[in-house]
């Protein structure tokens, strides 16, 4: 954990201004610059926080920090702007004292990012939760939106609040924040229509420019280019640091955070649009008749884009920038405006409309953050407002009148609440009071703010006065009236002391301000302080269908006309500024005051010049001395006690008895001086902080002492606690160490017995085996010579059963021969005896042919054998004829009985033949002669086609039927049935090939004795008819396709049309009946058939060659022809 510093240690210079030694403005300034050097940028007066701006960031607003802060008491650690927002936080939350933190300052010293760090503190330590983290993000979240509007760059801070801003935050009882109400105070809005040099207007205009998306820039008829605005400074539009277009995505999730709706946010870009339209407008002079010049809008172009976006007639607004209508009573009269008046009216419609967009923007977000329960609320209000101005080179005019004087009743509560509520607190502790010495700015208050004589009443008298009114004319009432007030200083003074003084211009006046002399010129006052904007122009807005703008000019409201003036800017403010001080006044004040350590807005950089003069009107040594003078520390009874009772023995560890005692006890017996402290009804009251510090310092070191004697019973408590832990394991480790060792002795003790048991064992064995090889031998030695003896015995009896053997041996042998001699003795007898069998009855045989023929011969003729042998050779023939009748009558029957006997072989071939050919010869004596013909038509077709092309096979089981079309039945083919002079001995479609691509059409192809025609397939139109004269030859290919060419004689009439190439399906037939006919008729020659797979086609005057080839690209079964060149057509036929 990070080690905590206190206020005591290794602090760079004083961290408490009221320890400084010795004080004064040198002394002071040093100690600030010391401790900037270091990092150190906050420094406390007593309670008060200084803030110095280091202009880069600094590591010290981390969580870490916020929680090292949290709930610590003020001095304990060292000085940070957490520290006060905490101390702030716990006192609203456990003593329920509502506070305001006041942020002063001047421009560019950081208020802005004081106000957020308290905001963002108190957010990050108060509760938690669903509802609760909303409200905190809706307050943080107001700050973007607000500064994008009322924030702007200028010469001292690049990010400048133009308005003053005070908020109300609200917490429960718990100290959870509820909601919140802001209140804003004065917008610099002359900002909109003209910026210093090197200035910009508000960051709005350029975020919106930079940021939006082309689609937004073209609904708002806008135009990214800054250039082309003239309310926007273009010499500083862009800002280092400073992304516009970033920024802008941040204001929108702000806003929708906040609680804008989309249509809002979209009407209030549109209106941030019209304030830049309405500065494009520009006005021109035109004479009238009564010799005044009246203003007429120049380009009209961004007059009508801007009544387009509101919804404003044209017209109607554009009379309103040159005429004006004035209302008196019963009366009302119109003049017309110069150039002048004008750009007047424009531009005050301009800053009217930006300055109430911005108080409707702070309206609107009060409006979502404002605590929804009705209890009574604790309140902590963060005050940040602009602090003192004083331009050198610039004139100082209305507006830093109006923002000093806030900044003199502002130190003027700092002075009631801090030294009044000093003094009630005394009076309320009996405590004595010794007066202490401070300027006393009422007096300033009063010479600004009196109702009587004060320059504001004075200013708002001057505007409401009838007759001419001028800067001049207020300067001289000022003059006569405030002469001889102590703080204002004129040229024209009756206070003559002045009249030489070169420094002071004749159309200033001086104020002598709290925090320095500040020199004013009145130019402008009476306008800036009028703020006014011709009724016209407000009733022209109100005319808008634009609700939001018509909500911001309800003055417009013709039914709601008043007459009466509308309270000057300088009354409203005043008004306002009284109540911010009331509502001040009632709560408990925490000052921050922030000092700017430089003018180049850069790190590092102390100007001791510009600190100090920072330092004197801020009336910090003043302050210093105030706090010094008085009692600077006070506490209850209860609580210092509580703090610091471990000082003392008697009050340590508990204090019996009242607090105020103990305290009393506690101060004598730590030796603190009397005259030290003083003791109050409920309070002790320290007057040095060094005492409180001194305290501090010893509670520290006892702190130390107690953390040590902690320590060493923590120590003593963990070291016996660890002893005891020890011997208890020792006594565990023991016991089972001893078992351990037993085990050991006896696993040794019992293998040692193990192996002696063993050893004893094997010696008794060994003995008994031993004893046993022994039997064993014994044993052996007995079987042994037992074998031997049996042995020899065995030996003698073999040789005398082999003895014997060889002798029943020999004898078989011999017994064999005399058997086998005794067999083949026997065997050549059988022979012998077979043979005279076999011969017995050969001879018993024959001699029984010669009994029988002896016996039947007298039955028999002479050619009886021959008769017999002619009879059974006819049998066998009948019965062999009789087998072929089995064979059927078709001449397509193959079949023939097979032979039955040898001697038949010539014959049996022969009948085949014969039967064959006379079965053939009954088979055609059957036929019809149509019948006929046809088989002669398939003959011929043979004849000419067979293995010659490879369609022939296919077309043999075809009949061949001639007329394919009925033409004679068919109603269709009636009149080219009738136009046909012969009979038609064939009809079919065929389909002619066109030459030039190869594909064909379908034609009819009718066949007669004389000649052959084409028609047309569907009309039946003859479209030639060839005699068959003129027909040449026929040429076909030797494939399975169906082409085929009809060549023409050359020099005959039909051959002026060329050849014909056609293919059908009944090839075969077409050309066999066209040969046929070639054939029968006498009067002509034969027609020629060529079967080749290339020949050539006269077509009209060219000749083509059409060539066949096989095994082409397949186009489904049939051949296709294709055209390859003008002198070829190509055939593929696909492969059989
Ligand atoms: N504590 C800080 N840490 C880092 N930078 C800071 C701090 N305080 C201020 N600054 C820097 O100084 C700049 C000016 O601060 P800020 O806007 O708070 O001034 P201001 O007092 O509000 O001025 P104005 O009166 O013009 O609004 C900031 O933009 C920031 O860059
Ligand atoms: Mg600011």
Redesign the pocket.
Known sequence: MEVKTSLLDNMIGVGDMVLLEPLNEDSFIVNLRNRFDHNE?YTYIGSVVI?M??????PI?TPQKVEEYRNRNFYELSPH?YALADEAYRSLRDQDKDQCILIT???????????K?VMSYVAAVCGKGQEVNKVKEQLLQSNPVLEAFG?AK?M???????FGKYMDIEFDFKGDPLGGVISNYLLEKSRVCKQPRGERNFHIFYQLLSGASDDTLMKLKLDRDFSKYNYLSLDSANVNGLDDAASFRTVRNAMQIVGFMEAEVQSVLELVAAVLKLGNIEFKPESRVNGFDESRVKDKNDLKEMCELLGIEQSVLERAFSYRTVEAKMEKMSTTLNVAQAYYARDALAKNLYSRLFSWLVTRINESIKAQAKTRHKVMGVL?I??FEIFEVRDNSFEQFIINYCNEKLQQIFIELTLREEQEEYIREDIEWTNIEYFNNAIICDLIENNQNGILAMLDEECLRPGTVTDDTFLDKLNTICAEHQHFESRLNKNSKFLTDHSLPHSCFRIQHYAGKVLYRVEGFVDKNNDLLYRDLSQAMYKATHSLMRQLFPEGNPAKVNLKRPPTAGFQFKASVGVLMKNLQTKNPNYIR?I?PNDK?VAHIFTDSLVCHQVRYLGLVENVRVRRAGYAFRQPYESCLERYKMLCKKTWPHWRGPARDGVEVLLTDCSVPTEEFAYGRSKIFIRNPRTLFTLEERRRACLEDLATLIQKIYRGWKSRTHFLLLKKSQVVVAAWYRRYAQQNKYQKIKSATLVMQSFIRGWKARNILRQLKYEKRCKEAVTTIAAYWHGTQARMELRRLKTEARNKRAVSVIWAYWQGTKARRELRRLKEEARRKHAVAIIWAYWLGLQVRREYRKFFRANAGKKIYDFTIQRIMQKYFLGLKTTTMSPMDNTWPAKPYGFLEGAHTQLRRIFHLWRCKKYRGQFTEEKKAVYEEKLEASEIFKDKKALYPSSVSQPFKGDYLEIQKNPKYQKLNSAMEEKVLLADLVNKINRANGKGSPRLFLLTKSNFVLADQKTGQVKASVPLPDLASVSVSTQSDGFFALKLKEGSASASKGDFLLSSEHLIEIITKLHRIGTTAADRDQINIDISDEFLVQFKQDKVCVKFIQGGPKNGNSAACKRKNNRLLEVSVPSP
């Open positions: 940028i803030s701006n280091p202009y880069r960031s600094l607003y702007i300052g001047e421009s560019g010293a950081g208020k802005t990012e004081a106000s760090l924030n200028t001292r801070n690049d990010n400048s609040s133009r940040d602009y602090g922030c700017k807005k």
